[in-house]
């Protein structure tokens, strides 16, 4: 957990951007000065497909897309057409995973996270701020006798007292029942029942500064989080504690991934893209040429590597990021994450919207 100064200006900062890409401008403000999104469903839209989106996944062979307001939408034909989901919430959100065609969860802002038992088509709210700030002073007041407990216990009734207004970025599920959550201000929650329960996982975490955490993802054995400042941690003991790694840079990270040969790349401010082969003891640059922020990155199944960011340009590698192949994304604008079909193709989310039949071959893709 953190201070109270931090809690003051993330309002400020989080208006200003999300992940520092200047994704949400538009849409966090109109929040802010009200939770009763969290009670008022997605209102179905005609426009929903040219909505500020930001993330994207797949579930079996459908696509899934999520946004601004609650939006959620559904694609069985590799992005050519957009249906839009049912969702209990209108807050945006900011992050989706799937573990199989039928489970799935979401998170976004004001502390939510949803689940979907049925490919997306309906969902329903699981965590939200209020809860997870409760849940937050419990296990503070539990651990209050402990060395620094007082000092969480002060931190943990700050955050109850601010409301529900610190977003969850990213998530991540192993199988249908563990996953984590995570989010502003070192914000990290634990299930290991699927989400009916949820566990405070902070005082897990060497992350003294209460650091933003944007990103999570699993490599071998290993669960690595990512964020604000150059921040890696590790775990090496099935997520129960994260201990700190050596950064290569001092810019944020916005996401990492495990590459099917074992690498990991992390990601994040003006084209920075780092390469470790040894679980992330170091690290070597990748010379992506562009200045733009990293936002999304996947492994395509032919084993290269795809790059997209913020500003619409789509980088791919068949070398090991040795060297990229520059492609402006068929959208025109904001890349925020992008996504392979089940056919081949790609489709990508942005501040536009989606973006659909994007051809690798046009990458110099066999």
């Known amino acids: ?21 200047g994704l949400m401008a538009c849409v966090f403000n109109a929040q802010a000065s009200t939770f009763a999104v969290l009670q008022q469903p997605a209102l179905p ?8 989106l930001l993330g994207l996944t797949r579930a079996g062979e459908r696509l899934v897309a999520v946004g601004e307001r609650g939006i959620v939408l559904l694609s069985d034909d590799a992005g050519r057409n957009w249906r839009q989901a049912s969702v209990p919430v209108s807050v945006s959100l900011t992050a989706v995973q799937f573990v199989d065609a039928e489970q799935g969860w979401a998170v976004g802002h004001l ?58 970025l990213d998530l991540y599920f192993s199988d249908r029942l563990h996953g984590y959550v995570v989010g502003a201000y070192n914000q990290i929650y634990r299930t290991d029942d699927g989400g009916r329960s949820w566990q405070p996982w902070m005082q897990h975490v060497d ?28 775990s090496t003991d099935a997520g129960h504690s ?68 913020q500003g619409g340009e789509l980088l791919f590698s068949h070398d090991q ?17 992008v996504q392979q079909a ?8 942005g501040l536009s919207g989606v973006a659909a039949d994007q051809d690798p071959r046009a990458s110099g893709k066999p």
């Open 45 to 52: 839209t005609a426009k929903a497909q040219r909505a500020a």
């Open 342 to 349: 089940a056919d081949g193709s790609l489709a990508s989310v």
């Open 321 to 337: 990021g040795r060297s990229f192949d520059k492609r402006q994304s068929r959208s025109g604008g904001t890349v925020a994450a």
């Open 1 to 21: 957990m953190m201070g109270q100064k931090r809690y003051a200006g993330f309002g400020l900062r989080r208006g200003a951007c999300v992940l520092a890409l």
């Open 242 to 309: 994260f201990q700190a790694l050596k950064s290569p840079y001092e810019g944020s990270f916005f996401g990492l991934f495990g590459t099917r040969g074992g690498a990991l790349i992390a990601y994040g401010l003006r084209g920075n893209a780092w390469w470790s082969d040894d679980r992330g003891g170091s690290w070597r640059r990748l010379d992506t040429g562009i200045e733009s922020t990293l936002a999304s990155a996947i492994e395509l199944r032919d084993g290269s590597l795809l790059l997209a960011s």
């Open 111 to 168: 502390g939510v996270v949803l689940h979907t038992e049925d490919g997306g088509e309906t969902w329903h709210k699981q965590l939200d701020g209020e809860r997870a700030a409760a849940l937050a002073v419990q296990a503070a007041e539990r651990d209050a006798n402990q060395p620094g407990g007082t000092g969480n216990l002060a931190q943990a009734r700050q955050m109850l007292d601010d409301g529900p207004d610190k977003p969850f």
């Open 207 to 234: 992350n003294p500064q209460g650091l933003n955490l944007y990103g999570i993802r699993v490599s071998g054995n290993d669960l690595l989080l990512v964020g604000e400042r150059g921040l890696l941690l590790r």
